[in-house]
């Protein structure tokens, strides 16, 4: 399983614990372009709020959070160019 493959997984079962292994996945990609490093930043916002959501039991919010989430994610994979 590739890096994004695990961060979608990470997405599809948020909880507390998710966020530190993808800071720890992302990690790799922190020293790119400014750019790059502010998608992981959007990224992380959009997955602690999913997550936030999540533990928070608000259901009517979830999949909102997670489609916007997942966005970002394929954002931040087209521009450190890895392949589908």
Avoid: Y
């Avoid at 909880?15 to 996945?25: R, S």
């Amino acid at each position: 399983m590739d890096c994004f493959q695990k961060l979608e997984a990470l997405v599809d079962g948020a909880n507390a614990d998710a966020i530190e292994e993808a800071n720890a996945l992302l990690r790799r990609f922190s020293d790119r372009s400014e750019q790059t490093r502010r998608a992981i930043d959007e990224f992380m916002l959009d997955f602690k709020t999913l997550v936030f959501v999540v533990e928070a039991g608000e259901e009517n919010f979830q999949k909102p959070v997670r489609k916007l989430a997942r966005a970002r994610l394929a954002k931040l994979k087209q521009l450190v160019n890895v392949p589908a």
